[in-house]
């Protein structure tokens, strides 16, 4: 513990280091050495970091002497509030075990706070703050406002201390961007002193305000005690978990426990970064949550695997969430325009207002070469927001998002894809050159000049799917709203004519075998010998730059970081993926698509977190045991840090809401499609039965799912009928009635 | 005209005075003394200001001969675009028409414009900006960014001019807080030379941004030429117009134009104040629009007036405009807790936080003092919010917004009014006292040391009204959000039945005689010869002031600025009152509702531009003639500015929708209750036939009534079947179908 007065602000903030520095709370001794309870000048009894998932609060007890002999316990319990956005709450008890005197406690606010979380970015500019602002609203309150050193977004923190069980004289400490309360009280022998801090945090960009610094002391000014907030706190949680409700019964596996807790460590972390909180926010969904600095903050295709979980639970935050995206369709017109295409080119990597923000060039730890970086050449990034957009209409039936906001960005979007598609006559066939998939180890061809692939089997397959899906959206606009949208857009009977020929005539590369190959050429490259390379490295997840040091190019092989061709059958039902190639005049042959799984399973070292999961979900429907495995592997990314460090940058949001799906979607077998909720389990006869809960178009469905039976239970009360299917069998729910479909397991 | 450099910054801005300053033009000869076209050492041959409705471009045409005999003509156009809403364009042409030589145009951003458009609040601080940076982001473009001296939200602005027809010297004025380009051309004889301006504006609020000044930079940066952007907005307004159609044909009444023109007006004045543009703001609907100072941009209950309109024309813009209660639900809550209630009570003039900015004195300038002010008694205006939710819900089916939004705020609001009554034994009824009506002429008992009077008739009835409704919320919501909300708003089974009790016993003062009384103890107060009055005074509509200069108060008198009581037949129809006020065993007299209208029409003196619209409405049903006459005046608020100056101050949005609203809901009888679209029209047959379109549930109904005929046509499509009735007579309509009610006219 630091005696405040003695301690200068830099070991100050070294006191803290364990304890979040927004909150930065102090301890100290009266007349004594500053004393670091996790220093080595004390015995440290006990320390034990709690995080309770249910209840949303983390606790930490600390037990210790210090060089006097004195038994110090220290019991924290922290929470972010779930409910009133603004404020935080973190409640100190301190109890003297074995001695009496004079305790300080320091409580304040800094503004020196850096980013700093990612080594490898420490070098470059971690300051992102000035501080404008230090005051004192009242007795109890401190007030920090702050500004964002680029974007100018003002941050104001106030923070309000409280003694609750004993008389306390305060001082202040202020520095130029730090301010503190010091709160000296007696300690008597074993009787807990409990300090109270309740902080309100509020920028700028928040709604219903005045001014941010006002708002932030008025809020913490009205805010009730620890306790009542912990109470509200609470509640909200248990709501949220009453909609994520995840549960395994009655399976033989010792695995469930622990998949179970993983899976809702998944869950708690996504609510972390995407909640109720999120509603009038103009945020999208980072790749690294709010966990890390990892990517910046950065935006990338993470929502495909994530609204899918928010889509069926909480369907306005997935609508808020879309928001994002529609918010800058038109920065990502005029990035279409400025490359010389029409329609809406989102950026591979997007922030604040929707720029592409990849970077250009990134550095090989193992070579200590700067590389030119082309992953922006990744278009299909357009081609997550289309399906996301139709996705939420199918589970919602919200026409009016749709009509008013979702046509739009998906029309957008079909059109970029059929004006970057060229017509190849040699062929006969519309052809998308110079793009990237989704696996970043294929980058351009051997010895090319020029970044870029053509035909991206992923990429050609998906953007059909959109011009298909276009031409439901204006069929099913109303029609004002349909007259609106093509006045406004400025869409010709020519352009829609050439949608209709694209989603004919794309060229898919597909070999004689049945299997998709990832784009056209891929299957000409060199094979390497994988088995060789794991034998003298290892772990493979970074072969690119393994491949770079030894001064060759994984861009001349046949290997995938992630094989995204299976993307296809991750988005896609076989069904659906069987009438987009018939259409293009592909029939594609009986076991081709296992053929296509094998194939690329011999050839991915699945560098993403992403791939695992991926692999699992092809693999449920042939290869169930070995899906259990991939599974297991994506659930442990973070839990296990399988990439060797990167989780401390943040967590891999996408993996984490990913695996989740994996059980709801690809094991249970929910999809929403024609107007209808479907149940096609794969579903692991270890793991008992799964229950859970999904909000579909306005009615509230228990669901249970075993290997030998669906079970859904709509809520009683007030609600539409909805159509629940389960292979050729459909029914109509209504409010308060059951069905069941009895060991319907589809086979693919 | 000004040369520009001889001119000082205080002559230039006055020789733009005519021209909106926040795009300061200014033309000059050059080598010549500064002319000011509009001023007396020039011939004016022409000055002609256009403002076209249909388009949305304000256009100007000045002809003048100069004192060297220089005969020179101004074109100007302009414009703020209506779908790319950063965006505004300016477009001068200037013709030289007998002569030839240089010409000097200045164009550029004036960081120092002030609020003074009020000529009784030029005394208070008018200067709201300070500017933080001007800058040339590029060598046609200028930047100036401000900061609002309060709130310390960022403005941006970037102009971009170009002189389109000419080779033109450019160079760059530079003040403290202004930046302009000179632009100096050869000017030939016959030869127009054309000059645009194009500017961004960007706040700090808006969405999807990094800066506000990046973005407004880069908003110009990437915007077209003035042709272009001038077809885009005139496709938005073509695209508004279509939502908003009004015609009246085949009527034989010379008012019929002039009525509908200005009926036009009033919608155009409406979508300059909200409109699509509005839908990422956090905004509400204020009193005066964006047209003038007064109220200083305040939010009243005028959304009440406004909200009939956009519901069923554009229904995602009153669900964002509904948002602006929303997200002051918790301000709300805060004032209800600190007055000792429960619930949310709604401020009466309500600004960016949601706290109560009514101000609590005014100045009479009949008599030289300052007086208490105490609307914010008000208390009514919650039941005005809760009303528009619910409306919103009847017109869209949009269970959505009311499960995760609307359904809160009514709750709250219903609670307030719930613990605001309190049960008086004498009478066995629920009271509510100390408040004010609508009706500012009332605001304390004679003599009474406090303000606020007993039972307002209007404020009773409605907290039934809402009570009632909110019951009707718990019924219709899904049962999961149903749950959610009573655990979160800790709703207990004693505190609803209270509610059902308030239902069944609120009191409402209704005299033997019928009338419904405007509060308890009204018709006690002394009678004032109104007749004798106007003789002394003329126009009595500030009666308050007139008595208050003769020492008197106008709460000790039964007179009305505007009869709320009458408020009451606007909001319900007939039915719906005779139901509510039934359910409270107030059996209403067969010639209730006339003797009432009658009683209050000799009392009233319509201080208020809603006054007259509300006297319309209650006299369509029984004196059709008279209605004409309110109607009339009502419409001509503004335009005639019947209070003597207000207009200048901005227009009176509220009386300008509700007369829309009037020939909408009143005139053609349009109400959305019951799940069914109703026609009931009182239909003035000297206008012929109105012709209009609505938007219900999803469809679109194109809609004619006559005194003859009611004819609803729904738009072919996609699209939901819809109930419609009129009268006793309810029929399914479905998307491309018509129906017909003959001469269907409601009796009351």
Redesign the interface.
């Given at each position: 513990m630091v005696a405040p007065g003695s301690a200068r602000p830099s070991s100050r903030t070294r006191s803290s280091v364990n304890l979040p520095n927004w909150l930065v709370l102090r301890l100290g001794l009266d007349g004594d050495e500053p004393v670091d309870p996790l220093g080595p000048a004390v015995d440290l009894h006990e320390h034990r970091v709690t995080l309770d998932l249910r209840r949303g609060v983390l606790s930490r007890v600390l037990r210790f002497t210090d060089g006097h002999g004195r038994r110090t316990a220290v019991r924290q319990r922290r929470f972010v509030h779930m409910?009133s956005h603004h404020l935080a709450g973190l409640q100190t008890v301190v109890t003297a075990e074995n001695w009496s005197g004079t305790l300080t406690v320091a409580s304040g606010l800094d503004g020196d706070v850096t980013n700093s979380g990612v080594a490898r970015y420490r070098e470059l500019a971690g300051r992102h703050l000035s501080v404008v602002r230090i005051a004192e609203p009242d007795p109890e309150t401190l007030l920090l406002v702050a500004r964002t050193t680029?974007?100018?977004?003002?941050v104001a923190e106030a923070a309000r201390t409280r003694v609750v069980d004993a008389p306390a004289v305060r001082s202040v400490t202020r520095e130029t961007s730090r301010i503190a309360h010091e709160l000296t009280m007696e300690i008597a022998e074993r009787a807990p002193v409990t300090v109270e801090k309740i902080v309100a945090v509020v920028t700028?960009r928040d709604?219903?305000?005045?001014?941010p610094g006002?708002?932030a002391a008025e809020e913490v000014a009205?805010a009730p005690g620890f306790d009542a907030l912990l109470e509200?706190h609470e509640?909200a949680w248990?709501?949220l978990w009453?909609?994520f409700r995840l549960d395994l019964t009655g399976g033989d596996s010792p695995a469930a426990a622990p998949t179970l807790r993983t899976l809702r460590l998944s869950i708690f972390h996504l609510l972390q970064t995407v909640s109720p909180h999120t509603l009038?926010l103009?945020a999208g969904i980072p790749a690294r949550g709010m966990h890390g600095e990892a990517y910046r903050g950065h935006v990338f295709w993470d929502e495909l695997f994530v609204f899918p979980l928010l889509t069926v639970r909480i369907?306005?935050l997935a609508r808020a969430l879309l928001h994002y995206r529609v918010?800058?369709l038109?920065?990502a017109r005029?990035a279409a325009r400025e490359a010389g295409h029409h329609g809406a080119m989102f950026p591979w990597q997007s922030?604040?207002?929707?720029r592409e923000e990849s970077q250009r060039l990134h550095l090989n730890p193992l070579s200590g070469r700067w590389l030119p970086d082309v992953s922006y050449l990744q278009r299909h990034i357009g081609l997550a927001v289309a399906y996301s957009v139709w996705q939420y209409y199918q589970a919602?039936g919200?026409?009016?998002f749709l009509a008013?906001h979702g046509a739009e960005v998906l029309l957008e979007v079909a059109r970029f894809f059929a004006t970057l598609a060229h017509h190849d006559p040699a062929m006969d066939r519309f052809r998308i050159g110079g793009v990237m998939g989704p696996d970043e180890y294929s980058t351009r061809y051997p010895g090319a000049a020029e970044p870029g692939l053509d035909d991206n089997a992923y990429t050609n397959v998906m953007a059909v799917w959109t011009l298909r899906r276009a031409a439901d959206v204006l069929?099913?606009?109303?029609?004002?709203r349909?007259t609106?949208l093509v006045?406004?857009l400025g869409l010709t009977p020519a352009e829609l004519l050439r949608w209709n020929d694209v989603t004919r005539r794309m060229y898919v590369p597909i070999a004689e075998d049945g299997v998709i190959s990832q784009f056209h050429g891929y299957r000409d490259l060199a094979e390497l010998d994988l088995d060789d390379y794991r034998r003298r490295y290892g772990d493979l997840q970074r072969l690119d730059r393994i491949l770079e040091a030894e001064g060759r190019s994984v861009d001349d092989y046949q290997v995938s970081k992630q094989a995204d061709v299976l993307m296809l059958f991750y988005l896609l039902s076989a069904d659906e993926l069987r009438v987009l190639l018939g259409g293009l005049g592909y029939p594609l042959p009986p076991d081709s698509i296992r053929r296509t799984i094998d194939y690329y399973l011999a050839r991915t070292v699945h560098g993403s977190t992403l791939s695992a999961l991926v692999h699992a979900w092809v693999l449920a429907r042939a290869h169930r045991e070995d899906a259990l495995t991939h599974f297991e592997r994506a659930l442990s990314s973070d839990l296990a840090d399988i990439q060797g460090g990167t989780t401390a940058e943040g967590v891999h949001l996408g993996a984490m809401a990913g695996c989740v799906d994996l059980l709801q979607r690809c094991f249970a077998g929910v999809e929403t499609r024609e107007n209808a909720v479907w149940f096609n389990p794969h579903w692991p006869s270890r793991f008992g039965a799964l229950e859970f809960v999904v909000?579909y178009r306005?009615?509230?469905l228990d669901v249970r799912v075993s290997d030998r039976e669906v079970r859904v239970v709509a809520?009683?009360?007030?609600?539409p009928a909805v159509r629940v299917g389960c292979g050729e069998d459909i029914r109509t729910l209504r409010?308060g009635e059951a069905v069941r479909f009895s060991a319907a397991v589809r086979r693919t």
């Open positions: 409910a680029q974007s100018e977004i003002e700028s709604v219903a305000l005045s001014h006002t708002a009205c509200t509640l248990h709501q009453r909609r009038d103009d369907p306005g918010r800058r038109n920065a005029r922030g604040s207002d929707g919602t919200d026409l009016e008013e069929s099913v606009l109303p029609p004002l349909r609106e006045e406004q909000q306005g009615l509230s809520a009683p009360g007030p609600g409010p």
